[in-house]
Each structure stands twice: as structure tokens, then as C-alpha cells.
């Protein structure tokens, strides 16, 4: 019987490959933000879709990491290593040829559910005009480097 599914799994694939391929479509990228319930407008996107998506840039996760040396700058202060780390990311998504508007997904960490409130407001001056993405935040004991206090993953998509 298992030689039988190998083969079966083989003949399958085989099929596959020799398959022709199907013409292309014209199709225009479109990503979309929705919020489906009242309480998430304005916070955060319970779904973003992405069609016919292009380039996808992943960020790692970015923080108050000095550009050059990694020093952890704005010790203690969270809404200047939040704004920092924003910063970073406006940058990173430019040398990518991507804004703001570009980003589907972010996810949030920080060290302190104290600082939840200016987290949210940091990041929707972070994006300005453009729809908030979808979003997670999480509350952990420590990041990466003493006396980081916040850090952001970062997905964005740009057309072909």
C-alpha cells in the first residue's frame, strides 16, 4: 500500500509539472483596509488585502538602536524611542521605494502596558494620513538590548 501512495504521490506531481502554463492576466495591484466593527475604526485594520501583490519588504525588528553603533538612545523614555523607531522605518521604507501607506502589518512590542496609550497615539502620528494596518501589540518582559523599551516588525507590500 505505501508503495502504491508513492507512486500515486509521483504520478501527481508529474502531472503538475508537465501542466501548460496559463497565460497572464493584466491585473492591477490594489491593497484595501477594512474595519468591520465601529470600536476598531480609526485604531487599527482588522483585515488588509493585498491583490496581485508586487515587492513585499520585510523589516526586522526596529527600535531606538542608534543607526551606526546599535547604542539604545532616549533611555527611559518611551515616547522618544518610539518616535525614533518610526523614524527608522519611515527611512528603511524609502530606501525601498515605499511610504507610510505601503505597510500591511505591523506587529508591536513593548516592555510596558503602562505605555499602551502613548504606543497608540506614537504610531498614528507615525502614520499620518495613511490607514493604520492590520496590528498586534504585545507586552514582554525584555527586547533584544537593555533599556529598549519598544520595538516594531514591519510588513509592507509595493505593486509590480
Known sequence: MKKLL??????????????????QKQSTFKKENFSYNE???????????????????????IGAEREGDGKILEEGN???????????????LQLQGAKMNDV????????DIRFFQDAL?????????APIPASTLLNVPQLAW??????????AVLPK
Not at 104 to 111: A, G, L, M, Q
Not at 121 to 129: N, S
Request: include cysteine.
Open 6 to 23: 508513492v507512486v500515486s504521490l509521483f504520478a501527481c506531481v508529474s502531472c503538475f509539472a508537465q501542466a501548460p502554463a496559463s497565460p
Open 39 to 61: 470600536w476598531t475604526k480609526g485604531k487599527f485594520s482588522e483585515v488588509v488585502t493585498v491583490t496581485n501583490p508586487g515587492k513585499f519588504i520585510f523589516l526586522a525588528g
Open 78 to 92: 518611551f515616547v522618544g524611542q518610539c518616535n525614533y523607531a518610526y523614524g527608522k522605518i519611515k527611512k528603511l
Open 104 to 111: 500591511v502589518r505591523i506587529t508591536t512590542y513593548i516592555t
Open 121 to 129: 497615539k506614537c504610531r498614528r502620528e507615525a502614520f499620518g494620513d
Open 146 to 155: 537593555p533599556h529598549m523599551m519598544i520595538e516594531i516588525d514591519v510588513t
